[in-house]
C-alpha cells in the first residue's frame, strides 16, 4: 500500500491540546491532500490498518501468564503488560506512550482530515467522494467506540448522560479545544457516524479488506447497539450485515503448518498454521490487525477457565494454541500448568468479521427467548470450527429448555471465538451489570493474588498522562 505522509506527527501532537506551539492543520512546506486519490491515499496508509491494544486484553479472565523458567511469560511482559495483568489501571508511566490512545486518536485526526475535506477535492465524482467519506466516518465510529470502552465507564442507559466518557474529536485541528464528552455522547457520535456511513459505502471495496464495505457499517451498529443493550437493534444490523456478507469457512481444512514463516514476513521463525491473514481471510468484513500484528501470540497462555471452555476436536484450540513453543519440551505449559499457549501467529482480523454478528445475532435471539434462533447461528458457526466426526448440532431440549442455559452458551461460544482479539474485558464490563453473569477475576503474580471485582474502577484505564498535562480542566478517571 502506498504510503501517504500528511506531515510528522509526534506523540506530544496527538493529546489533543489547546497549545499554539503546535502545528497547525496546514504546517508549511508540507504536503497538503487536495485530491480524491490523495484523500483515499490517506485510509490506505500504514497508519490505518492497526487497531486496538493487544496488551488490554491481559486484564481478563481469559489470560494467564505462567511464572518460572524456562517460559516465563510474567516477567517477559513490558512493565504496562504487567500492570495490566494485576488490575493495574494506571499501567503507563507519566513519560510513557499509551498507544492505544495516541494512535487511536492520531487515526481519528487522519480520518477527520477526509471527512472535513474531501467533498472539495479537486478530481473523482460526488459518488466517489462520498464512498470515501463514509469509509472514513466507520473508521471514526470504531475508534471512538473503542477509546469510550476503555476510559470510561460501560454504558449504562440510567447513567450514560453523566458518565465521564472521552473527548470527541470531528475536527481534523490539533490545535483545538476538546471536552471530555460523556458516554452517551460518546455512543450518540458512534451511531451518527455510522450510520452515515452505511448510506454510501460501497458493497464490497474493489481494492482490499482494509477499505470498507457497507457490512461493516451495518456491523459497527450492530456491535455498538450491543455494547449499549439495545438487544432490537444490534439483532436489525447484525441482520443488515449477514444478508450482505455471511460466508464462514470450514476450520478443518486448515492445518499446523510449523516452522512457516509469518505472512508477508519472509524467513520469521513463527508460522504456526496456514489461515489466511485479515486481509485475505474470507470472513473478515473490514480488516485491522494490532499495531503488533500478531497481538499476544507467544506472550499469553489461555486461563485455566478458558481452557475449560475447549474441546479437543476444536479446530480454535488446535490452531490457535500449542502446548508449548516450540511444540516440545521444556516449554510445554500443558504439562506444566494444564494450559496451552495463545500461538495466534498470523496478521490476523481484530476489527469486524463475520464469525462476531451471527454471535451477536444468537445472543440477541437467547436474550428475547428465541432460542431455536439463537442456536441455528451458533450451530453454524460450530459447524465450521469443530471435527465433523464428533460434531453436534444443539437443541434447546439440550439445555433442559432454559433459556438461561441457552444464552450462557451462546456467551460461551462467543468467548471461545473471540477471545484475544481485544473484546473480552468489553463482554466482562457489559456482563457484570446483570447479577447473573457478575464475577470476579483473580491474577496471581510473583506471590501475590490480585482481585477484580465486577464494576470496579480498575476496568477503567486512566486518561493518557501526557494527554492530561495539556488539559487539567478534563475530570480523571478514579
Given at each position: 500500500m502506498k504510503q501517504l505522509t500528511l506531515y510528522t506527527i509526534g506523540a506530544a501532537m496527538l493529546t489533543l491540546c489547546a497549545c499554539n506551539k503546535f502545528l497547525d492543520i496546514k504546517p508549511k512546506d508540507k504536503f497538503i491532500p487536495t485530491t480524491v486519490t490523495d484523500f483515499e491515499n490517506m485510509l490506505n496508509s500504514g497508519t490505518m490498518v492497526n487497531y486496538g491494544d493487544y496488551y488490554w486484553d491481559l486484564g481478563s479472565d481469559d489470560a494467564f501468564l505462567p511464572e518460572g523458567e524456562p517460559g516465563n511469560l510474567y516477567s517477559k511482559q513490558q512493565l504496562y503488560g504487567r500492570k495490566a495483568y494485576i488490575f493495574n489501571n494506571h499501567p503507563y508511566e507519566d513519560n510513557a506512550n499509551d498507544f492505544l490512545w495516541s494512535e487511536g486518536y492520531k487515526r481519528i485526526f487522519y480520518f477527520n482530515t477526509v471527512i472535513n475535506n474531501i467533498m472539495d477535492a479537486t478530481e473523482g465524482t460526488d459518488g466517489n467522494k462520498r464512498s470515501v467519506r463514509a469509509e472514513a466516518l466507520l473508521g471514526r465510529a470504531m475508534e471512538h467506540l473503542q477509546l469510550v470502552n476503555v476510559y470510561a465507564q460501560h454504558y449504562d442507559a440510567a447513567t450514560a448522560a453523566k458518565d465521564y466518557g472521552i473527548p470527541i474529536a470531528t475536527v481534523a485541528d490539533i490545535n483545538a479545544k476538546f471536552v471530555r464528552n460523556t458516554v452517551k455522547e460518546v455512543y450518540d457520535q458512534v451511531i451518527a457516524d455510522a450510520t452515515a456511513a452505511v448510506a454510501d459505502l460501497p458493497l464490497q471495496h474493489k481494492l482490499t479488506k482494509f477499505r470498507a464495505s457497507k457490512a461493516g457499517g451495518y456491523a459497527v451498529l450492530a456491535r455498538a447497539y450491543l455494547f449499549m443493550g439495545d438487544y432490537d437493534n444490534a439483532k436489525k444490523n447484525a441482520d443488515l450485515a449477514l444478508s450482505l456478507q455471511s460466508g464462514l469457512t470450514d476450520m478443518n481444512t486448515y492445518k499446523v503448518t510449523i516452522p512457516g514463516p509469518f505472512p508477508n514476513v519472509p524467513g520469521a521463525p513463527l508460522g504456526w498454521t496456514n489461515i489466511p491473514d485479515a486481509q485475505l481471510n474470507p470472513e473478515t468484513i473490514v480488516a485491522r490487525h494490532f499495531l503488533r500484528p500478531f497481538g499476544l501470540g507467544m506472550?499469553?497462555?489461555?486461563?485455566?477457565?478458558?481452557?475449560?471452555?475447549?474441546?479437543?476436536?476444536?479446530?480454535?484450540?488446535?490452531?490457535?494454541?500449542?502446548?508449548?513453543?516450540p511444540p516440545a519440551p521444556p516449554y510445554n505449559y500443558m504439562n506444566r500448568f494444564g494450559v496451552r499457549i495463545f500461538l495466534r501467529g498470523d496478521y490476523y482480523n481484530n476489527y469486524l468479521g463475520v464469525p462476531e454478528l451471527y454471535l451477536t445475532?444468537?445472543?440477541?435471539?437467547?436474550?428475547?427467548?428465541?432460542?431455536?434462533?439463537?442456536?441455528?447461528?451458533?450451530?453454524?458457526?460450530?459447524?465450521?470450527?469443530?471435527?465433523?466426526?464428533?460434531?453436534?448440532?444443539?437443541?434447546?431440549?439440550?439445555?433442559?429448555?432454559?433459556?438461561?442455559?441457552?444464552?450462557?452458551?451462546?456467551?460461551?461460544?462467543?468467548?471461545?471465538?473471540?477471545?484475544?482479539?481485544?473484546?473480552?474485558?468489553?463482554?466482562?464490563?457489559?456482563l457484570n451489570k446483570d447479577p447473573r453473569f457478575r464475577k470476579t477475576i483473580t491474577h496471581v503474580a510473583e506471590g501475590t493474588t490480585y482481585t477484580l471485582e465486577p464494576g470496579s474502577n480498575a476496568y477503567v484505564r486512566e486518561l493518557w498522562p501526557t494527554a492530561m498535562v495539556f488539559n487539567p480542566d478534563w475530570p480523571q478517571n478514579p
Open positions: 506472550d499469553v497462555c489461555a486461563s485455566p477457565e478458558l481452557t475449560a471452555l475447549f474441546t479437543n476436536d476444536d479446530c480454535r484450540w488446535n490452531l490457535y494454541y500449542a502446548n508449548g513453543w445475532r444468537a445472543e440477541c435471539n437467547a436474550r428475547a427467548n428465541k432460542l431455536d434462533e439463537a442456536l441455528a447461528d451458533v450451530n453454524k458457526l460450530r459447524a465450521t470450527r469443530i471435527a465433523p466426526a464428533t460434531y453436534k448440532a444443539f437443541t434447546v431440549a439440550d439445555f433442559g429448555n432454559d433459556a438461561d442455559k441457552v444464552l450462557r452458551f451462546v456467551l460461551e461460544e462467543r468467548r471461545r471465538e473471540l477471545a484475544f482479539t481485544g473484546m473480552r474485558i468489553i463482554d466482562l464490563k457489559r
